[in-house]
């Protein structure tokens, strides 16, 4: 990663994490933050002495953040991907072993070096095509032992690349096959045992629930919610994916950073999120790859000022998609976004999923995370799948991509 301190651009397209600004800009970038940003009919050349002229031209964006991944995890599904496709249901795939339960018997048997080496080329797949702060969530080891190998896995991948790993313990995403029929039992476990053994190792940034008919109920995902705030930690949510269970409005309630998912969302859940300031979280690789027909509720978030967030939810069984710029297209083909709002989702928005106010944007005195592509217009990203677009990436205002 190249070391330098001050950097500058001229003659730039910037989008801001919100919008695309009217004037091409000159962009200053100094001790990792951003200096100044001033349209470029007013930009002086003696302002940058001692600066290196880093690029002229193309689209900055802030570096993207995808809010929601779980990027950890042994061995793979591409058994089901075929299975599905030759006919079989969800429920034939779970008898023949398939299903969550897969991920978790690979997982657990899978060593922490070897969970290490597998996510490594999945993070930089990311980190290649413009990410610079990824949420990693465990969910795959369902028991104390094994969901903290998976959070030091992600620590570690956060300490080996140019990126923000924002960890998330996602215990409660399905019950164990050494608990079935006592899903209360296990709800202890996380509660009594996994949190406040993640807290103790410090590896656990935020806590996330499964609440759904084939993982825990609202009751259940409560009492989760209830042990991670009394270890000060924030809350997330899959939340109305597969129906409408009401844990939407249960999570904002608890002041939950973000839902995802939403498919079945309802106007009270859509209320519930306005007012508790969440973020909706709209997941289109899920929705491809499951070949779903449920749309979320995407024109009455517009309608009620409902921040939406893009993140790729890149993992073994419904979306085993690593590429950010291609949730851009999804978003707007399958969910109708427009390429500004689903810029936005990958970047303002996103950082506010993780509770990151600092990230996702382009502003004076911003932590100095940018993207610039080879493209004229920031809708370009969203318009075309096209890998090598990405000129240069600072992390912390560095480069770590490009010249």
């Not at 620590?155 to 006592?182: C, K, Q, S, W």
């Given at each position: 990663?190249?070391?330098?301190?001050?950097?500058?651009?001229?003659?730039?397209?910037?989008?801001?994490?919100?919008?695309?600004?009217?004037?091409?800009?000159?962009?200053?970038?100094?001790?990792?933050?951003?200096?100044?940003?001033?349209?470029?009919?007013?930009?002086?050349?003696?302002?940058?002495?001692?600066?290196?002229?880093?690029?002229?031209g193309g689209v900055m964006t802030p570096g993207?953040?995808?809010?929601?991944?779980?990027?950890?995890?042994?061995?793979?599904?591409?058994?089901?991907?075929?299975?599905?496709?030759?006919?079989?249901?969800?429920?034939?795939?779970?008898?023949?072993?398939?299903?969550?339960?897969?991920?978790?018997?690979?997982?657990?048997?899978?060593?922490?070096?070897?969970?290490?080496?597998?996510?490594?080329?999945?993070?930089?797949?990311?980190?290649?095509?413009?990410?610079?702060?990824?949420?990693?969530?465990?969910?795959?080891?369902?028991?104390?032992?094994?969901?903290?190998?998976?959070?030091?896995?992600?620590?570690?991948?956060?300490?080996?690349?140019?990126?923000?790993?924002?960890?998330?313990?996602?215990?409660?995403?399905?019950?164990?096959p050494e608990y079935e029929g006592n899903s209360?039992?296990?709800?202890?476990?996380?509660?009594?045992?996994?949190?406040?053994?993640?807290?103790?190792?410090?590896?656990?940034?935020?806590?996330?629930?499964?609440?759904?008919?084939?993982?825990?109920?609202?009751?259940?995902?409560?009492?989760?919610?209830?042990?991670?705030?009394?270890?000060?930690?924030?809350?997330?949510?899959?939340?109305?994916?597969?129906?409408?269970?009401?844990?939407?409005?249960?999570?904002?309630?608890?002041?939950?950073?973000?839902?995802?998912?939403?498919?079945?969302?309802?106007?009270?859940?859509?209320?519930?999120?306005?007012?508790?300031?969440?973020?909706?979280?709209?997941?289109?690789?899920?929705?491809?790859?499951?070949?779903?027909?449920?749309?979320?509720?995407?024109?009455?978030?517009?309608?009620?000022?409902?921040?939406?967030?893009?993140?790729?939810?890149?993992?073994?069984?419904?979306?085993?998609?690593?590429?950010?710029?291609?949730?851009?297209?999804?978003?707007?083909?399958?969910?109708?976004?427009?390429?500004?709002?689903?810029?936005?989702?990958?970047?303002?928005?996103?950082?506010?999923?993780?509770?990151?106010?600092?990230?996702?944007?382009?502003?004076?005195?911003?932590?100095?995370?940018?993207?610039?592509?080879?493209?004229?217009?920031?809708?370009?990203?969203?318009?075309?799948?096209?890998?090598?677009?990405?000129?240069?990436?600072?992390?912390?205002?560095?480069?770590?991509?490009?010249?």
């Amino acid at each position: 990663m190249t070391n330098v301190t001050r950097l500058f651009w001229q003659d730039t397209t910037v989008f801001d994490g919100t919008q695309e600004l009217p004037e091409p800009m000159a962009v200053l970038v100094r001790d990792g933050r951003i200096e100044a940003l001033q349209p470029m009919k007013a930009f002086e050349a003696t302002a940058v002495e001692g600066y290196t002229l880093a690029g002229s031209g193309g689209v900055m964006t802030p570096g993207l953040v995808d809010c929601h991944t779980h990027l950890v995890f042994g061995g793979n599904r591409a058994d089901e991907f075929e299975m599905r496709l030759e006919g079989a249901s969800y429920e034939e795939i779970a008898k023949a072993g398939g299903g969550i339960l897969s991920t978790v018997r690979a997982t657990r048997e899978a060593s922490e070096e070897a969970l290490f080496d597998k996510a490594l080329p999945r993070l930089q797949a990311l980190i290649d095509d413009g990410v610079t702060t990824v949420e990693i969530k465990s969910g795959y080891g369902l028991n104390v032992a094994d969901e903290l190998k998976m959070l030091r896995v992600a620590r570690r991948l956060g300490e080996a690349l140019p990126v923000r790993v924002v960890t998330t313990l996602l215990g409660a995403h399905a019950l164990p096959p050494e608990y079935e029929g006592n899903s209360d039992a296990y709800i202890d476990l996380v509660c009594n045992e996994m949190i406040p053994a993640a807290v103790a190792e410090n590896l656990v940034d935020m806590v996330d629930v499964f609440c759904e008919k084939i993982a825990f109920s609202v009751a259940q995902c409560e009492r989760v919610f209830q042990a991670a705030q009394a270890h000060n930690l924030s809350i997330k949510a899959h939340a109305e994916q597969l129906s409408n269970l009401g844990g939407t409005a249960m999570a904002a309630s608890y002041g939950a950073l973000s839902v995802d998912h939403i498919e079945y969302l309802d106007d009270a859940g859509i209320a519930a999120l306005r007012q508790a300031g969440s973020v909706a979280v709209i997941l289109p690789g899920a929705f491809h790859t499951l070949r779903e027909t449920q749309l979320p509720p995407i024109q009455a978030l517009r309608d009620a000022g409902v921040p939406m967030a893009v993140a790729t939810d890149c993992n073994p069984g419904s979306s085993p998609l690593f590429m950010p710029s291609l949730m851009l297209n999804f978003a707007c083909t399958l969910f109708r976004l427009t390429p500004r709002e689903a810029l936005a989702g990958l970047t303002a928005h996103g950082a506010q999923a993780l509770g990151q106010n600092e990230l996702g944007r382009i502003a004076e005195g911003a932590i100095a995370d940018l993207c610039v592509w080879n493209i004229q217009r920031p809708a370009e990203l969203a318009y075309a799948v096209q890998p090598g677009r990405l000129r240069q990436r600072l992390f912390q205002g560095k480069l770590s991509h490009g010249y």
